[in-house]
């Protein structure tokens, strides 16, 4: 299932304004409050905003809440706000519910935010086995699905076989990642990644060694959404929301455990925001795996099944090649906001400042996962 707003809906009446992130380290010393203050700050200054009138955010029980970080931006008053249950499945729906928001005409300045200390505090590797959150995961986990690297495992498995791709290629995703993020300051892992020592990575779950899991980090990452009328107005160049949603199917049920939700999202998103896949310029995918990443091209049709072993070997998904992905090292080498720092690139990208920045860069599409569920938005620049 799949939930849209489509052209006749918010469609370019919000624009990303501002956008404001921490340093990401694997041991912040601060509270996920501090963190989520000062990317907010940052992304309120950035967008030339004194505060916002509605504040929405994501967590896994993980951050801090946001009445909190509305009392310590000192708002004297909040309007809408909501924290929404989930992680990286909701780094792009999250646009269109701030978009909705503006376009009903309930906010005119929304502030996104995600922090946590996703290293050094709650990691997302642990299983809780009792009633409630983690319930049906006890039925899973006495054959091996001891987490979500397991799980993923399972899928990428069968996808790499199915696709014809070898380690040689999950190499390639993840060695580009980390030449991307050779020229990132913000990025945890910068240096270059030879096959050899690819290979002698520890397996945690095959066919995913470490180096195909993303980076665990402490980090907050905030971006101000407002109406696009008034987004010229601000200091930087916006981004315009053009089409976003969420769809949901379940791993444990699918007919086909390698169709995740790129495949049910592709072409509703592009409905919403009419366009193709060829009007897309750079792709901010959520590769918290490597193989996640040829998945979502092919479903989102920028390269054929056919042609990925050659493409990706061939590293055509630099930021100077057939499709860019990821210009400032995603999540494998930047880090992990949940994908919210995925997004604050594509804002940089279509600014025209992005790390590697992609040369006339006008369409990003963005992406967020957790399972068959997961989101996508599309951004371009005004």
């Known amino acids: 299932m799949a939930e849209w707003a489509g052209r006749q809906g918010f469609s370019g009446k919000a624009a990303i ?3 404001g992130m921490t340093t990401l380290t694997r041991a912040s010393g601060r509270t996920e409050l501090q963190l989520a203050a000062e990317a907010s700050r940052e992304a309120l200054a950035d967008a030339g905003i004194d505060r916002p009138d ?8 993980d951050s801090a809440p946001v009445l909190y970080l509305a009392r310590e931006l000192r708002m004297p008053e909040l309007g809408w706000h909501n924290e929404i249950y989930g992680g990286g499945t909701q780094s792009a729906s999250i646009l269109a519910d701030a978009a909705m928001l503006i376009d009903a005409g309930l906010a005119e300045n929304v502030l996104v935010y995600r922090a946590l200390n996703g290293r050094s505090g709650k990691r997302m590797n642990a299983l809780g086995l009792k009633l409630g959150e983690g319930t049906e995961e006890q039925f899973t986990h006495p054959y091996g699905m001891a987490g979500p690297v397991h799980q993923f495992a399972l899928a990428g498995q069968r996808y790499l076989h199915d696709a014809a791709l070898t380690d040689v290629h999950t190499h390639a995703v993840v060695a580009q990642s980390r030449a991307h993020a050779l020229r990132n300051p913000r990025a945890v892992r ?9 290979l002698d990575s520890p397996m945690v779950a095959s066919p995913l060694r470490r180096l195909d899991c993303c980076q665990e980090t402490d980090g907050a990452c905030a971006l101000v959404l407002t109406r696009a009328d008034r987004a010229p107005d601000a200091p930087r160049v916006h981004a315009v929301v053009r089409g976003g949603g969420s769809g949901a199917s379940t791993m444990d049920k699918a007919d086909d455990v390698t169709r995740i939700f790129s495949g049910h999202l592709a072409a509703p998103l592009y409905e919403a925001a009419g366009m193709k896949p060829d009007h897309i310029d750079v792709a901010l995918l959520y590769d918290a795996y490597s193989w996640l990443v040829p998945r979502q091209l092919e ?4 390269i054929p099944r056919a042609d990925l072993p050659v493409l990706l070997h061939a590293q055509e998904i630099a930021w100077n090649g057939r499709v860019p992905v990821n210009p400032h090292g995603g999540l494998l080498s930047e880090g992990y906001v949940h994908g919210l720092n995925n997004v604050a690139e594509a ?3 279509l600014r025209g400042t992005g790390t590697n920045q992609v040369p006339g860069a006008g369409v990003a599409l963005c992406t967020g996962f957790g399972g068959s569920y997961g989101s996508a938005a599309v951004l371009t620049a005004p």
Request: neutral net charge; charged residues 20%.
């Open 17 to 19: 304004a501002g956008v």
């Open 54 to 61: 509605a504040i929405l955010s994501y967590h896994l029980n």
């Open 190 to 198: 910068r240096e270059r990644l030879d096959l050899p020592t690819y």
């Open 299 to 302: 479903d989102f049709g920028l």
């Open 347 to 349: 804002v940089r990208q």
